[in-house]
T-cell receptor
Framework: KAGVTQTPRYLIKTRGQQVTLSCSPI?????VSWYQQTPGQGLQFLFE???????NKGNFPGRFSGRQFSNSRSEMNVSTLELGDSALYLC????????????FGQGTRLTVV | TQLLEQSPQFLSIQEGENLTVYCNSS?????LQWYRQEPGEGPVLLVT?????EVKKLKRLTFQFGDARKDSSLHITAAQPGDTGLYLC????????????FGQGTTLQVKP
């Protein structure tokens, strides 16, 4: 069965621009979570979606937003990019009930210049 | 704020040595996962522990969940160069949230 697919793999943007990242979960997984990974802060939870609804949100500014579609695919958007937004953005899918066992995609490496 | 303290942060050992990585918190977790991440890739789930005191083995890797479900350890026996990578523990504060709290990770290098 296909794993979690994230596109694009790499992205270079300039400060002030906005960016949209995409995630297709494992078939049958209806929960999609997003994480930001940086060398200094490690993996930090951004938000989680289930049935097109944001169920949980981390401590990130409102410039970070997301959505989920009826086929469980998810997108996250970052507006007004800052240099500090440079990171590996990881999407994880899981079954929505019970313990969270996250299956991660390869990530999108975002570089803001 | 729920935190997971992972130690050590870095470990460089020779092939054949044993090692233990610790993951500690003051919070109780409904479950705890261990992941391994290669450079440029996403974390890969190794194991999930749910019951206090639970021990799980995966070949040369032994995972233990503390009795109070606040801490966990990963022990690798006779480490091999293929074990090199970033090891992450992640705690699930409550079920049905889709949110994991991650430790800072342990970078393991096993030299041949």
């Amino acid at each position: 069965k296909a794993g979690v697919t994230q596109t694009p793999r790499y992205l270079i943007k300039t400060r002030g621009q906005q960016v949209t990242l995409s995630c297709s979960p494992i078939s049958g997984h209806r929960s999609v979570s997003w994480y930001q990974q940086t060398p200094g802060q490690g993996l930090q939870f951004l938000f989680e979606y289930f049935s097109e609804t944001q169920r949980n949100k981390g401590n990130f500014p409102g410039r970070f937003s997301g959505r989920q579609f009826s086929n469980s695919r998810s997108e996250m958007n970052v507006s007004t990019l800052e240099l500090g937004d440079s990171a590996l953005y990881l999407c994880a899918s899981s079954t929505p009930l019970g313990n969270t066992e996250a299956f991660f995609g390869q990530g999108t490496r975002l570089t803001v210049v | 704020t729920q935190l997971l303290e992972q130690s050590p942060q870095f470990l460089s050992i020779q092939e054949g040595e044993n090692l233990t990585v610790y993951c500690n918190s003051s919070s109780v977790f409904s479950s705890l996962q261990w992941y391994r991440q290669e450079p440029g890739e996403g974390p890969v789930l190794l194991v999930t522990v749910v019951t206090g005191g639970e021990v799980k083995k995966l070949k040369r890797l032994t995972f233990q969940f503390g009795d109070a479900r606040k801490d966990s350890s990963l022990h690798i026996t006779a480490a091999q160069p293929g074990d090199t990578g970033l090891y992450l523990c992640a705690g699930d504060i409550s079920s049905n949230t889709g949110k994991l709290i991650f430790g800072q990770g342990t970078t393991l290098q096993v030299k041949p």
